[in-house]
């Protein structure tokens, strides 16, 4: 069935390096990506989103990248703070279809100070 | 704004019980919907709404029920709670469609015994 695979399972970077967690999924017709960001014991926060006509989306430290061709769309955090630390989920979902929606597993970022 | 509010936070069941968990967003949102959370897996869509009075099911609806009766609540039921339900629950709500802003709920932690 169609699915989001993400990578890595888990992330360990220093204060101030870069992440990177890649998600790459299979429904083509997929065209809205979100990334959110969950704490321990709360509920995932959105971060950060691209739609499919567009290439690249910054905000501050955070920035998402998609290339449509090979499926695949990745995000990256520069200057890692300590509290970047938390799981952070992709998602591909269907703009025009209500229950299209495919979550990766998940990325455990630690940032140790 | 109290934004999306979940009750109870944890709960225990025996297999075959029945219970409801509550979920009321405060911010006049037509979308809502209901995922599961399962260790090492990414959120799984089970109902949505998209306005009172109207709901549909997600990817796995089996064994769960909804009702949309105002614009606030967004209930989801459980009929006969079994081990599979074990999960923890996220309630979502987005201002008109799926692909606005999805402010999540803290959960609530079910286990079925």
């Known amino acids: 069935g169609e699915n989001v695979e993400q990578h890595p399972s888990t992330l360990s970077v220093q204060e101030g390096d870069s992440a990177v967690i890649k998600c790459t999924y299979s429904?083509?017709?997929?065209?809205?990506f979100p990334w959110y960001k969950q704490e321990l014991g709360k509920g995932p926060q959105l971060i950060i989103d691209?739609?499919?006509?567009?290439g690249e989306k910054k905000d501050q430290r955070i920035a998402v990248t998609l290339n449509k061709t090979a499926k695949h769309f990745s995000l990256h955090i520069t200057e890692t703070q300590p509290e970047d630390s938390a799981v952070y989920f992709c998602?591909?979902?269907?703009?025009?279809?209500?229950?299209?929606?495919?979550f990766g597993s998940g990325t455990k970022l630690n940032v140790k100070p | 704004n109290a934004g999306v509010t979940q009750t109870p936070k944890f709960q225990v069941l025996k297999t075959g019980q029945s219970m409801t968990l509550q979920c009321a967003q405060d911010?006049?949102?037509?979308?809502m919907s209901w995922y599961r959370q399962d260790p090492g897996m990414g959120l799984r869509l089970i109902h949505y709404?998209?306005?009172?009075?109207?709901?549909d099911q997600g990817e796995v609806p089996n064994g769960y029920n909804v009702s949309r009766s105002t614009t606030e609540d967004f209930p989801l039921r459980l009929l006969s709670a079994a081990p599979s339900q074990t999960s923890v629950y996220f309630c979502?709500?987005?201002?008109?469609?799926?692909?606005?802003?999805?402010?999540f709920g803290p959960g609530t932690r079910l286990t079925v015994l």
């Open positions: 979502a709500s987005s201002y008109k469609v799926h692909t606005d802003t999805q402010y």
């Open positions: 429904d083509s017709a997929s065209n809205y």
């Open positions: 691209i739609r499919s006509n567009v």
């Open positions: 998602a591909a979902i269907r703009e025009y279809n209500f229950n299209k929606f495919y």
């Open positions: 911010m006049n949102h037509e979308y």
């Open positions: 709404s998209v306005g009172a009075g109207i709901t």
